[in-house]
């Protein structure tokens, strides 16, 4: 029983971890159909950005306004100078997002090092909460707070809003988009940064579970491809379901199976993929 | 679009006429070192405190090895075996080096050697510390003048049950040839002193989340070892006390936990933590204080092992030189006078190589301390002249087979 | 008929203009392979070689993402096994050339036979995703099979091939040897490309629909392009092993697969020649610019960029539109 509340507790809150990790991406990729490798860079300049901030004596909530405003405005660059240009364009949005990421890389290791750095987190979410025999950390708690905010605010805007109902008609038949009036341009540009920002606050979040270092970036991003993936395109729901299956799936089977911990990830992955080719709750 | 592209193909062909050309033969002109590390990627900030190691050691003598100038030629591994190897083949064969240094990786350090056994042209390893590499798997043109895995668990093993007093003891370690014979030495020596290992976990190489590992462990244990590196070295500590582990069971481990590279970014989560290294920046002897001091100040912060090694590296290829009157064009007495180097006062303390071609230096038990408000490895117990093979006859050592996950085998668990 | 074409009849053809450069070109470039090599330095010998192998990797890939139009990121699993075969068989039994030859190309295609069950259920992105687990899959098999692989210390002290009538254990005979692997690659792929099955992958790239109402067994196709895919990669992973003498699971890595994407992109898709030469950007530009300058990341960054703003179609495919836009300008 204490095994089982445990590992849930852990699935749950690995997998509310790799929601965060995907949330800009399920925007980015999921709806705009962009593969996006720069999301890792996004995710890590928002944790350097948050760092330098906190480090001037910012607050911890400055430091992710800031980052994720920083970030958003990296976003509608990148978008604006090269990725509109490119939609439909798999291979070519691979290659340049890939340039980015390379670039992005490379500019933080000149700007901040490459000492490893671990986000200052308040006092408040710090430590843990003792109930019984059970412990909980409560930063867990934390992101999995976030995590569900992130997933009801995305849901409230998108299915409950005039400005989703533009941002879903934009992704999904721009051409009809645009005849109905909808500034494509502008619409598309918005869900590109709000994506971009969303990778940013992960990166502030989850910097303070996982830390802040060079390479961080490329080694979130096939979670965050397995999120969106497995959750089905175009889903907010699937990504978040799809998220908390794998967190599951992930935790219990390093519990059960410490043998085979290199494949609990992947393997699931590709089997639930094989079983249903467009992801839980993806449309084709 | 045509001028620009033939532009570009004469650029591309001129880059690949500089390569091309062979550099003039070398005469009695500078000592050149070839020094490899990883300088992109992952692990470059380690690759710039190895090559900032080496060039303090150079700065300090004058940019001189036994009265000749140095050269050093830093070429990026990237971290990968086959760069390296590329990168070996032009220092060797462009660059006509006279040494070879550095490497982090175990895998690169297994790669490099043969080819440096080949080129017949010696090359030191200040950082690789797979165990083989002097024991089962040794290579005669590599001077290991840095430690092996095993080396500081040995006599932690026995402190562990002697002084510390824990005699059940649940290891976590990272999935991957280090972490097994860290945690491996560690076990042979803790059961041999009468302690139990009853629980072996593995996680595997960039876990994010120990959660399912941390739910696991035993609470009837008296102590937790856990082998980190780098960015779990970053994680693992607050996780650990999150779940509550901190408070019931004392965090020991393997050096790397909590060395000078991820110590000023851990909190207080580390105090406490007992570890065994070849290196402490606490040390208190002259020497080091000295060297952590100009280092701090020239380069910001405090050293870690992995600039001390490429410190004393820089010492060691002066005294192979010097013992042979500069002349190390000559490679195999090159070779034989790196072996025969002994340093008795390097910021680490006294090293010496073994018949094996492994150090036989001090290791430190270090605690984290917290002090004027940085964390510190304090030095709690040090155990003298301690060799790859500990209090064991070579042979006899030589005939178990090298520490591996399931060596050895958790009795037990 | 073309300027170019009437010079053509009669005894001496003389190419001129853009034709010449267009053949002048590529025909440089082979004699500067068949040529130099005896007199470049050891570093430039081990970098031609080492495009030369993974031009073979690249061109492989190609099969399944330009020809057929499928974007696998899980290719570098193919080439690990060819080099772990290899490996293997040498350190262990003392296998001669043609055994590991054998033993690399059947073991990836076999492998691949088994992904391409799973991997093509599921097109493009999902492809895409299905592939990268399977390949991390095959990687963290690399790391935890210790007893076969050493885990991630690496099987090293690989011999150079035996069996054979030379040694190759000098640079410059294996990369002979190599340049004779890629030139039998070339003409493998290339036959495959363009006889009807490969225009059966060509048109289920364009729609799988169409090819299907048509009666072609658009599954079966992409399934035996996929395992060619797979036992060519395995191929390239045999030399691959032989001349780092060393391998390790970085060779399959999900960097590296990227990596292998990325050179197809940057040459050019579907030509076959495109990847080769994008293998050969890629491989000087990790090995060679990163001698000049750290920031040799910034440039690759750069490259890709600047490819998708210059020649989306890659660089390949940029010289082919170049050609026929200036063909037409002057008709």
Not at chain 2, 36 to 64: R, S
Not at chain 3, 153 to 164: D, E, K, M, W, Y
Request: some cysteine.
């Amino acid at each position: 029983m204490e095994f089982l509340v445990n590992q849930t507790f852990n699935g749950v809150t690995y997998g509310a971890l790799l929601f965060l990790l995907a949330g800009g991406l399920s925007l980015i990729f999921g709806m705009m159909r962009i593969v996006n490798m720069t999301h890792g860079s996004y995710y890590l300049l928002g944790g350097y950005v948050a760092l330098t901030v906190m480090w001037g004596g910012g607050h911890y909530l400055l430091a992710v306004v800031v980052a994720a405003l920083v970030i958003a405005l990296v976003g509608i660059v990148e978008w604006n100078a090269f990725l509109k240009r490119l939609s439909g364009q798999e291979l070519g949005q691979v290659l340049t997002t890939m340039g980015f990421a390379l670039i992005f890389q490379d500019l933080a290791q000149v700007i901040w090092g490459g000492d490893p750095y671990t986000i200052p987190v308040p006092a408040m979410l710090s430590g843990s909460v003792s109930t019984g025999p059970f412990t909980f950390p409560v930063y867990r708690i934390f992101i999995v707070a976030v995590a569900a905010f992130i997933a009801v605010l995305l849901w409230l805007v998108l299915e409950r809003t005039r400005i989703g109902a533009m941002m879903r008609a934009t992704v999904d038949d721009p051409e009809m988009a645009r005849g109905v009036g909808i500034n494509v341009f502008l619409i598309s540009m918005a869900v590109f940064s709000l994506g971009a920002s969303l990778a940013a606050l992960a990166g502030v979040v989850a910097g303070g579970f996982v830390g802040v270092y060079p390479g961080a970036d490329f080694e979130i991003l096939p979670y965050a491809f397995v999120v969106v993936i497995v959750g089905g395109m175009g889903s907010i729901k699937g990504a978040l379901i799809g998220s908390l299956m794998v967190g599951l799936l992930d935790n219990f089977g390093k519990a059960l199976f410490p043998e085979l911990s290199y494949f609990t990830l992947f393997a699931p992955m590709a089997a639930i993929l094989a079983v249903r080719p467009t992801g839980l709750f993806g449309r084709a | 679009m045509s001028t620009r592209r033939i532009a570009a193909f004469l650029i591309a062909a001129a880059l690949i006429g500089m390569g091309g050309i062979a550099p003039a033969e070398a005469q009695k002109g500078p000592i050149k070192i070839g020094f490899l590390a990883p300088m992109t990627g992952g692990a470059a900030q380690i690759g710039k405190d190895m090559v900032n190691g080496l060039q303090m050691w150079l700065d300090e003598n004058g940019n001189q090895i036994a009265g000749r100038k140095v050269e050093v030629i830093v070429e990026d591994t990237q971290g990968q075996p086959n760069i390296a190897l590329t990168k070996l083949r032009k220092l060797v064969e462009s660059d006509k080096v006279h040494v070879l240094a550095g490497g982090l990786f175990a895998h690169v350090g297994y790669a490099l050697a043969p080819k440096v056994d080949e080129y017949k042209i010696p090359m030191l390893y200040p950082v690789m510390a797979a165990d083989d590499l002097t024991q089962r798997k040794p290579a005669k043109w590599v001077v290991r003048n840095g430690w092996t895995s095993s080396q500081p668990s040995h006599p932690f093993g026995e402190y562990v049950v002697k002084t510390l007093g824990y005699k059940r003891v649940v290891t976590i370690g990272i999935d991957y040839a280090f972490g097994w014979e860290v945690v491996g030495g560690f076990q042979k020596t803790f059961e041999e002193a009468g302690g139990q290992v009853i629980q072996k976990l593995w996680a595997p190489l960039g876990t994010t989340d120990f959660a399912p590992y941390l739910s696991q462990i035993r609470k009837d244990a008296d102590a937790v070892f856990a082998l980190m590196v780098a960015a779990s070295s970053l994680r693992f500590p607050k996780q650990y006390q999150d779940a509550g582990l901190k408070a019931k069971l004392p965090l020991i481990g393997g050096g790397t936990t909590f060395d000078e590279f991820v110590l000023p970014s851990l909190g207080d989560e580390a105090i406490g933590g007992i570890t065994p290294l070849i290196y402490s920046a606490a040390i208190d002897t002259p020497a080091n204080k000295r060297f952590v001091k100009e280092y701090r100040a020239k380069f910001g912060k405090v050293p870690s092992y992995y600039s001390e090694v490429c410190y004393t590296t820089g010492r060691w290829i002066n005294e192979a030189a010097k013992a042979i009157g500069g002349d190390v064009e000559d490679r195999e007495r090159f070779l034989a006078a790196l072996g025969k180097v002994e340093i008795p006062d390097a910021p680490r303390g006294p090293v010496k190589l073994d018949a094996h071609g492994n150090p036989i230096q001090n290791i430190y038990i270090r605690k984290v301390e917290k002090k004027d408000g940085e964390l510190w490895n304090t030095v709690i117990h040090t155990y003298p002249a301690v060799s790859q093979f500990w209090k064991y006859k070579p042979d006899e050592f030589l005939k178990q087979p090298v520490y591996d996950r399931n060596y050895p085998p958790c009795k037990y668990c | 008929m073309t300027p170019g074409a009437e010079s053509m009849i009669g005894a001496v053809p003389l190419p001129t203009g853009t034709m010449a450069f267009a053949l002048l070109l590529p025909g440089l470039a082979l004699a500067a392979l068949l040529v130099a090599p005896p007199f470049l330095s050891g570093f430039l010998l081990t970098l031609l070689t080492q495009a030369l192998i993974y031009a073979i990797l690249a061109m492989s890939l190609d099969i399944v993402l330009g020809y057929t139009g499928l974007a696998s990121l899980g290719h570098a699993a193919y080439l690990g096994l060819g080099a772990y075969a290899v490996a293997i068989l040498t350190t262990r039994h003392g296998a001669g050339f043609w055994v590991t030859l054998v033993a690399g190309i059947l073991l990836a295609a076999a492998v691949a036979a088994v992904f391409g069950l799973v991997a093509l259920r599921a097109s493009g992105v999902y492809f895409l995703m299905i592939t990268l687990a399977l390949g991390m899959v095959a990687w963290g098999l690399a790391h935890r099979w210790v007893t076969l692989t050493q885990g991630d210390n690496g099987i090293s002290s690989v011999p150079r091939p035996t069996g054979l009538p030379v040694s190759l254990a000098a640079a410059v005979p294996y990369y002979y040897f190599a340049l004779i692997a890629f030139a039998l690659a070339f003409w493998f792929l290339r036959t495959v490309v363009r006889s009807p099955f490969g225009r059966t992958l060509v048109g289920i790239r364009e729609s799988e629909s169409r090819m299907r109402t048509l009666g072609y067994n658009v599954w079966l196709h992409k399934y035996v392009g996929f395992v060619i895919a797979g036992g060519v990669g395995g191929f390239a992973g045999v030399f691959w092993g032989y001349y780092n003498g060393f391998v390790s699971p970085a060779d399959l890595e999900l960097a590296t697969s990227v990596e292998i994407l990325l050179m197809v992109a940057l040459g050019g898709r579907g030509t076959l020649v495109g990847p080769a030469i994008g293998a050969g950007i890629i491989v000087l530009l990790k090995n060679l610019v990163s001698v000049y300058t750290q920031r040799w990341l910034l440039i690759l960054g750069a490259v890709y960029i600047g490819t998708i703003v210059y020649a989306p179609e890659g660089i390949v495919g940029a010289v082919r539109q170049w050609h026929a836009s200036t063909r037409r300008k002057r008709t």
